[in-house]
């Protein structure tokens, strides 16, 4: 009797045993399924860089070198207009470089977790105000248009700015001739909105939450210029500072980006 009570505690004790270590077991597949799923996410991170470094940096680098070529040429004279035209040439191409190395930083920031935020209640009239002045002229008309009694916003005011300037460079970018870019705002229970609509080709509502994620050329652009990160960039900004961020077709063509943020109770 004593025997077959010692041998069935040792097979339960084993049974526990055996289901403890496939419990383990199981946590440890886990857990290495999910630093496989982050190099994966690095990885691919790092190849769409590198296809898309190969046009999108050299491009501008290839427009400045033209330009200084030109200019230090020893057997060629340049009138002052041509000689303008060279340096507004070099000029662009190095505001271009720069958007696009601070988006790549942001990206890479964004993807190591390692930017702080500094949250308190702010206006959007000055955030759109901060936006404008860190970017180059637009080339298209603004119509701004943010109700005197707009609530301020919980967020942070810098991170905030950098989600606006690309928005508004990508809006931008993809107006014709000819076309206004609108800023609105609005306030909704307790979200403050910021709209900023073009008059683009906008982006195809199946295509949407592709253009959401870093180098992607699809929409609301010209076939494969841009590195695909600003839309990219400002969406994952802003999901930092509990926003939101969506895409809309505008009413009669185009593209409406909304940024909506919690607003400030303070």
Not at 140 to 164: C, G, K, Q, S
């Amino acid at each position: 009797m004593g025997d077959s009570i010692e041998t069935d505690l040792r097979q339960l004790i084993a049974a526990f045993v055996g289901q403890a270590a496939a419990v383990l077991e199981a946590g440890r597949l886990r857990a290495d399924a999910a630093r496989l799923d982050v190099v994966a996410q690095a990885d691919a991170m790092r190849v769409g860089l590198l296809r898309s470094v190969s046009h999108d940096l050299r491009s501008p680098l290839a427009g400045i070198k033209a330009s200084v070529t030109s200019l230090l040429q020893d057997d060629v004279t340049w009138d002052a207009g041509q000689q303008r035209d060279f340096l507004r040439t070099i000029d662009e191409e190095c505001d271009r470089l720069n958007r696009l190395v601070g988006n790549l930083l942001d990206a890479s920031r964004l993807q190591a977790g390692a930017i702080s935020l500094s949250m308190g209640p702010v206006a959007l009239d000055d955030v759109v105000a901060g936006a404008l002045a860190s970017v180059p002229p637009l080339g298209v008309e603004l119509d701004i248009d943010l109700p005197e009694d707009l609530p301020e916003a919980n967020t942070d005011p810098v991170l905030l700015e950098r989600i606006i300037a690309n928005l508004l460079t990508n809006a931008a970018r993809h107006s014709p001739e000819g076309s206004a870019v609108r800023v609105c705002g609005g306030a909704i229970g307790d979200r403050v909105e910021l709209l900023v609509i073009d008059r683009g080709p906008g982006i195809p509502r199946a295509d949407r939450a592709a253009a959401l994620r870093p180098f992607q050329r699809l929409g609301d652009g010209e076939g494969n210029a841009g590195i695909g990160l600003g839309l990219a960039v400002a969406h994952g900004l802003l999901e930092l500072l509990h926003g939101e961020l969506r895409l809309d077709d505008t009413p009669g063509g185009g593209l409406t980006v909304t940024v909506s943020i919690p607003r400030s109770m303070a």
